[in-house]
């Protein structure tokens, strides 16, 4: 009886977990991206972070500006930890103030 309450409460707590992780899309702005390979490192520095995925790129209106929609699931990353992937390859990067919502 222990183990199929046991089992039981897993199941609802895996459950319960995955109801509140959302499908989340953040647009990240990106500057000092000087060349093509600028881009790719960028891209590359995203797509390593779990869940995250570009859907994507526009360049800004000043030269080496450009801004990244980006979907990710929350339950596995964050945009903090978005954002420290690109910055942790040196290009400044922010969270665009109407995304995050």
């Known amino acids: 009886m222990k183990h199929i309450l046991l089992s039981s409460a897993l199941a609802i707590a895996a459950f319960t977990s995955a109801a509140f992780a959302e499908e989340r ?27 995250v995925s570009i859907e994507e ?25 978005i954002i420290d992937a690109v910055t942790d390859n040196g290009y400044p990067a922010s969270a665009l103030p109407d995304s995050e919502s």
């Open 57 to 81: 790129f526009v360049e800004g209106p000043e030269a080496g500006h450009g801004v990244y929609s980006v979907t990710f699931d929350d339950a596995e990353t964050s945009v903090e930890n």
């Open 25 to 51: 899309t953040v647009e990240i702005a990106v500057s000092e991206l000087t060349c093509p390979s600028c881009s790719f490192i960028v891209a590359s520095s995203m797509r390593g972070v779990p869940s």
